[in-house]
């Protein structure tokens, strides 16, 4: 069966630095999400990646490693308004979208 | 309008009762999806349509049905609303493009009594 993981909830200090991580055993890859999505509200997109290595993108960078089956969503000086869940999905060899259950962070004064 | 909207925001529905989700998007987008998300799941696909006219199951299709008309709307329909079809429901669109990120809509919350 097709699977991603993530930590169900992850706490940190406003202004420090946070790895979500995401490992995933699907039938095939064409791919790798991450959205964020507070609560009540609609997932928004965050980042892509389909090659192995580093995408930055302002405080949030993600990485990928395809023979390891992982990801992980870095976000730097953590802000209040980074409080949310943050969503992992992988597309599979037949291009459907399969998500993990979330990570729900929740950020500290 | 910019973007996807869906209606109604909330619907309380009485089991047994015929319901349609509305979706509608601006963007053109060619792939249109519906996902149902309930606590501790993941984003599960409903159905979803790669162009105007085609339709396709995805993961949790049984008591649903979908309909492509045009390219701007996408409606999910229960024939026959049962308790297990409460849930937070999300359309979502994308460009079929080489990352092929799709877009959500707000979402509509129904419970089914």
């Known amino acids: 069966g097709q699977n991603i993981d993530q930590p169900t909830e992850m706490t940190a200090t406003e202004g420090a630095i946070v790895q979500i991580n995401c490992t995933y055993q699907?039938?095939?890859?064409?791919?790798l999400f991450w959205y964020q999505q507070h609560a009540g509200e609609a997932p928004t997109f965050l980042s892509y990646?389909?090659l192995d290595g580093l995408e930055e993108k302002g405080r949030f960078s993600s990485f990928l490693s395809r023979s390891k089956g992982y990801s992980y969503l870095l976000l730097k000086e953590l802000q209040m308004k980074d409080s949310a869940s943050y969503l992992c999905?992988?597309?599979?060899?037949?291009?459907?979208?399969?998500w993990g259950a979330g990570t729900k962070l929740i950020i500290k004064p | 309008i910019a973007g996807i909207t869906q209606a109604p925001t909330s619907q309380i529905l009485a089991a047994g009762r015929r319901m349609t989700l509305r979706c509608t998007q601006d963007?053109?987008?060619?792939?249109m999806y519906w996902y149902r998300q309930d606590l501790g799941l993941g984003l599960r696909l409903i159905h979803y349509?790669?162009?105007?006219?085609?339709?396709g199951k995805g993961e949790v299709p049984d008591g649903y049905s979908v309909s492509r008309a045009n390219t701007d709307d996408f409606p999910l329909t229960l024939a026959s609303a049962v308790p297990s079809q409460t849930s937070v429901y999300f359309c979502?669109?994308?460009?079929?493009?080489?990352?092929?990120?799709?877009?959500f809509g707000p979402g509509t919350r129904l419970t089914v009594l």
């Open positions: 349509s790669n162009t105007a006219g085609t339709t």
């Open positions: 699907t039938s095939g890859f064409n791919g």
């Open positions: 979502a669109s994308s460009e079929a493009d080489s990352t092929d990120t799709q877009y």
């Open positions: 999905a992988v597309r599979d060899r037949d291009y459907q979208l399969i």
């Open positions: 990646n389909v």
């Open positions: 963007m053109r987008h060619n792939a």
